[in-house]
């Protein structure tokens, strides 16, 4: 008979969750910053931004959190129902990196005097669901849905470096620094053996992330 997620495990991804979405963001890696520019200075050159430029910088970055929120919940889930060791490690590992991506975007909104999306509890949740459901179909399909959901964050990241305003290079640097990590993500699950998603689970996934980052865009 096939045994769930124990106890233990349990008790850990719910203290996953609970910092997610409650604990200060801690990132393993410094903020990137532009060039050498201190983070300091390159706080100061916001100056030089309008401020509907900041306005639309803050709600692409409150959707790049939302989105690294959602990405945390996934891989949360995946390592919880993961069947391997191996699979289960790499699901944490990538949470790891993602953390830092939600460290990175959570700074940047505070220095453009903004906040994160107020629905963040329903993007972990949410997404938590789903990422579990993906897991529970076996580790080949969850790794196929890893590579599938960075491949289309990598292409939603290369959008936003097109809308960032010019002259925004902070949150520009930060989202090139993102789109690295996810490609990055998104190749070790292939390596690791990812199987191909149906075409209506990839558009099912695409119109998923349509709403929550239409959603977050706003509030
Ligand atoms: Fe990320
Ligand atoms: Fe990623």
């Not at 532009?34 to 910088?57: C, I, N």
């Not at 993007?123 to 993906?134: N, P, R, V």
């Not at 990598?154 to 305003?165: S, Y």
Request: aromatic share 4%; with cysteine; hydrophobic share 40%.
């Amino acid at each position: 008979m096939a045994t769930g997620p124990s106890l233990d495990s349990l008790v850990s991804a719910a203290d996953r969750a609970l910092r997610a979405l409650f604990a200060p963001t801690q990132s393993g890696r410094p903020v990137p910053s532009p060039g050498r520019q201190p983070p300091r200075e390159a706080q100061k050159a916001d100056t030089h931004l309008t401020a509907e430029e900041k306005r639309e910088s803050a709600a692409l970055m409150r959707v790049n959190h939302a989105g690294e929120v959602a990405a945390q919940a996934l891989y949360h889930a995946q390592a919880l129902f993961a069947r391997s060791p191996d699979v289960r490690e790499f699901m944490l590992q990538a949470a790891r990196e993602e953390s830092d991506h939600l460290a990175w975007c959570e700074a940047r909104l505070a220095e453009l005097g903004s906040q994160p999306s107020v629905l963040k509890p329903l993007w972990y949740a949410g997404s938590f669901g789903i990422g579990a459901l993906a897991a529970v179909m076996g580790d080949r399909i969850s790794l196929g849905f890893v590579a599938e959901t960075e491949r289309q964050v990598e292409g939603h990241l290369r959008g936003h470096l097109e809308r960032l305003p010019e002259g925004d290079v902070r949150s520009r640097t930060i989202v090139e620094a993102m789109r690295h990590d996810e490609a990055g993500h998104g190749q070790q699950a292939q390596s690791a053996g990812a199987a191909p998603l149906p075409g209506p689970v990839r558009e099912l996934m695409r119109q998923t992330a349509r709403v929550m980052t239409h959603t977050a865009y706003r509030i």
